[in-house]
C-alpha cells in the first residue's frame, strides 16, 4: 500500500511543474493489464484522526484480501492513500493530486462533510467514481451527482431507523448538543423533525465548536428539567461534553449518541457511569449480535475480536466506519466484473449497471447484512441497529430492518 505524505506530496508538485515547463510530461493511458488503482481520502490527522485510523486499517485489509482471492476480474488493487489532515483545503488539494497524479480509478472518499460536499463537483469533473464515508446528507441529497455512491449511513437515515424506537422509551423532554459544524447541523435537523413528528417537547439546542478544550460553558446551557439528551458529537468531543454533563451533576440523564458515538472514543471507559447509555450504529460491537462466517471473516482479516476491540491492543473500534470502508472496495469488484469495466472509459457503463442492478445479497464482500443502493441518489441502506451499554458491554437493543430507514428522496440522478 502506498502513502503519501505532506513532503511526498510537495516534492511530486516540483516533479510535475518542472516536467510540464520542460514539455516532457506524458501521460500514459491505463490498460485492462495494470492494476485497478484505489484513491482513499483518508482523514489520518486532525479532528477525525480516531476514525481515519480505522479507515485506513479498514481498506488495507479490504484490498489485501481482494487481492489473494483472485482480485477483481482477475487483475490486482492498488491502494494510494493521502491524508486530509481533517481540513477541507487540504482535502481537495489532495484529492486532486489522487486524480492527476496518482491517476487513479476510483476514490474511497473522507468522512469530513466539508470536505464530501467540495469533492462532489471535482468527481463530476474529472469523471471518476467516489465512494463517499461521509455521514453528512447533502453528499447524496443537494450536492449529489452521478459519480458518487454512498454505502455509509448518513443523518437520515440514522433518524428514520431509530427515532421510532428511541423516542418511544418514555422520555417526555428532550436537549440536544451537537457539533458546530455541517455534519453536526444534519443530525441536528434530523432529529428536531423526528421530535416535532412524535410530538416531544424540546428544551434547549446547543452548539459545541469543534475541538473545543472545555465543552463546560456550553454544556451548561442545557435544560436540567430534560429526561435525555442527544448529542451529536465526533472526535474528542464527544468525551469532554460527556465529562462536563457529569461535572454539572447531570449524569443521571438519559444519554442517547449519535450515529457511531460509541466507537468516537472508548465509553466503557467510563466504567459505571456508561451503564445504560443508549446509542446507535449500522453494525453491531458484540460479535454475538450479529455472529456469521461473514462477519467473522471480515473481523479477522481487519484484526477486530468478539467484543468490537482491536486484536492485540484492546483498543476501542470504530464499527460503524468497518463495514462501509469494506463494502465499498467490494463494491469496486461487484461492479467492475458485472459491468465489464476495464478503464475509466467505462465508468458511465458502470454506473448504469449499479443503478440497474440496486441489490446486494449478504456475502463476504457484503458482511453487514443484505444492500439496497438506490438508483436516485446513490445512497445504500442497511439494517441498522440500538445500542445500549449493558453490564460493561456494547449490546443491541433492537435489530432494524433496512427498509424502516429508508427516507425520500431529495433528488433524482436520472434526471442530470
Known sequence: MEQISRRGFLQGMTVVGSGLMAGTMISVPATAADPIKIGHQCDLTGALASTGYWRKKTADAAVK?????????????????????????????????????????????????????????????????????????????????PFIFRLMVNTSLAAYAAAPTILTKGWKRWSVIYADYVWGHAHRDAWLAQFKKADIAVGNVVSVPVNTPDPLSY???????????????????????LVALDQLGLSSKVKVLVDAGFGVFDVLKLGKRAENMWGMDCSPFELADHDTPHERNMRAEVGIDEHGREVGTNQACMIGDIWPMWESVSFIKRNVEGSGWKTKDDTAALIKYAESNPNYQESALFPQGDLFIRPEDHQAFSDYYVLRVTEGRIRTETKIPKDKGIYPSTINLASK
Open 65 to 145: 484480501w481482494i487481492n489473494k482471492n483472485g482480485g477483481v476480474a482477475g487483475r490486482q488493487l492498488e491502494l494510494v492513500t493521502i491524508d486530509t489532515e481533517s481540513k477541507v483545503d487540504v482535502g481537495i488539494l489532495r484529492l486532486r493530486q489522487l486524480l492527476q497524479e496518482n491517476k487513479v480509478d476510483f476514490v474511497l472518499g473522507s468522512e469530513h462533510g466539508g470536505i464530501s460536499v467540495a469533492s462532489n463537483p471535482i468527481m463530476l469533473e474529472q469523471k471518476a467514481i467516489c465512494l463517499s464515508q461521509s455521514r453528512t446528507d447533502a453528499v447524496t441529497g443537494a450536492a449529489a451527482n
Open 219 to 241: 454544556v451548561s446551557r442545557i435544560d436540567r428539567s430534560s429526561d435525555a439528551i442527544f448529542i451529536a458529537l465526533l472526535g474528542p468531543d464527544m468525551p469532554r461534553v
